[in-house]
């Protein structure tokens, strides 16, 4: 079974630029997750997606970042501009469900470095 | 205070030792619970969940007390390949992950 899917792998862009990271998810999983990932920290929860629905973007930047899942399969995070606090690595997980107890698949990450 | 709090570790151990991390959270509310593993500049992977009657599997033990609000994991007979960051995972409406515990097990 294919995993989760990400690109790019690897991203460098000055302060202010714009950045969009793509993620596949697993065939068949209903929910998606986009997930921050500072050196030193645990992953947080940037939005999740239930089929092409949003359940929660609490924690999303909404001044700079956007997501969508267009037709509840891929999906894409934007940032626009970027600035040095986001460089970090960009986690995007899926899971089957929207069960509390459903694992979650990460896909490998898109480190991004801004400059 | 945090959601999900670890000891950030290190925690050094030699290869056939006993080794538990805990984990704290805030929320009494929390619906579920897991521990993830991830290696050096990987994806985290699921290591197992963790229910209130405690799990085991093979040489990983889980261990949850809802009083103390804290979740527990028991590696026995450590191996080389279980050096890795451990991560404890709660879900109160959404999942919180802790910074993660760094396990180094030596030769």
């Known amino acids: 079974e294919a995993g989760v899917a990400q690109s790019p792998r690897y991203k460098i862009i000055e302060k202010r630029q714009s950045v969009a990271f793509w993620c596949n998810p697993i065939s068949g999983h209903a929910t998606l997750y986009w997930y921050q990932q500072i050196l030193g920290q645990g992953p947080k929860l940037l939005i999740q997606f239930q089929n092409n629905g949003v359940v929660d973007d609490s924690q999303l930047p909404k001044d700079r970042f956007s997501a969508e899942r267009l037709k509840g399969v891929d999906s894409t995070l934007k940032i626009q501009p970027a600035k040095l606090e986001d460089s970090a690595v960009y986690l995007c997980?899926?899971?089957?469900?929207?069960?509390?107890?459903?694992?979650?698949?990460f896909g490998p990450g898109t480190r991004l470095t801004v400059l | 205070r945090k959601e999900v709090e670890q000891d950030p570790g290190p925690f050094n151990v030699p290869e056939g030792a006993t080794v538990a991390f805990n984990c704290t959270y805030s929320n009494s509310a929390s619906q579920s619970f897991f521990w993830y593993r991830q290696d050096c500049r990987k994806e985290p992977k699921l290591l197992m969940s963790?229910?209130?009657s405690g799990n085991e599997d093979g040489r990983f033990t889980a261990q949850l007390n809802r009083a103390s609000q804290y979740i527990s994991l028991l590696i026995r007979d450590s191996k080389l390949s279980d050096s890795a960051t451990y991560l404890c995972?709660?879900?109160?409406?959404?999942?919180?992950f802790g910074s993660g515990t760094k396990l180094n097990v030596k030769p």
């Open positions: 995972v709660v879900n109160f409406n959404k999942f919180y």
């Open positions: 963790v229910y209130s």
């Open positions: 997980a899926s899971s089957l469900g929207g069960s509390l107890a459903d694992t979650q698949y």
